[in-house]
């Protein structure tokens, strides 16, 4: 059995991965949590209400992108909305029945309108946590060949597992 263990490390890149577009994060990015749009049904009949979501119809998300202290370059993305956030991690997995630790590479995509931009605070010997807030419009997660998740909402794409939950809806519109 392949057990997903850790993180390993990761970077993030603006537009391109290489080292020149590297941007120095936190040690830290909570990733963001897609929740559906959704209508409640409450019939006559019906013993309370259910909140039935729409599927492939994603609500407002937010990720925040955090860093140790201000600087031109981590701050770079704030003014740039068409560029691509790239985010490359080695996750660790362990093969149980060898116990063999592999690697495998994980790439998220993102594309984001700047929302909020947070300059921290200023302490002595401290950081200043200052953070870039982005409403995505586009984030792609892929592990090794798999994509996980893939939500385009301007193109109308919402993929879970490699399952476009809309291609249904697109043959109908």
């Known amino acids: 059995m392949i057990v997903p263990d ?19 994060v936190t040690s830290e990015i909570t990733l963001p949590t897609f929740e559906y749009m959704s209508a409640t049904i409450n019939l ?14 994603v609500k407002s998300t937010q990720i925040e992108l955090p860093f140790t202290n201000v600087s031109k370059a981590n701050f ?6 068409s560029a691509i956030i790239i985010l490359r991690a080695a996750v660790e997995i362990l093969n149980t029945e060898t ?3 592999l690697y495998v590479n994980r790439t998220i995509m993102i594309k984001g309108f700047t929302k909020e931009i947070n300059y921290g605070k200023l302490e002595k010997g401290g950081y200043g946590n200052p953070s870039i807030k982005k409403e995505l419009i586009y984030y792609k997660d892929k592990v090794g060949n798999d994509v996980i ?13 490699g399952v476009d939950l809309v291609a249904d809806i697109e043959d109908l519109i």
């Open 44 to 57: 006559s009949g019906m013993a309370g209400e259910v909140d039935s979501p729409s599927s492939g119809q």
């Open 76 to 81: 770079e993305l704030a003014g740039n909305d």
């Open 6 to 24: 850790k993180t390993d490390r990761f970077n993030m890149y603006l537009g391109v991965v290489d080292a020149a577009h590297r941007i120095a």
């Open 149 to 161: 998740t893939e939500v385009d909402k301007f193109n109308g794409t919402t993929k879970i597992n």
């Open 99 to 101: 116990l063999l630790r």
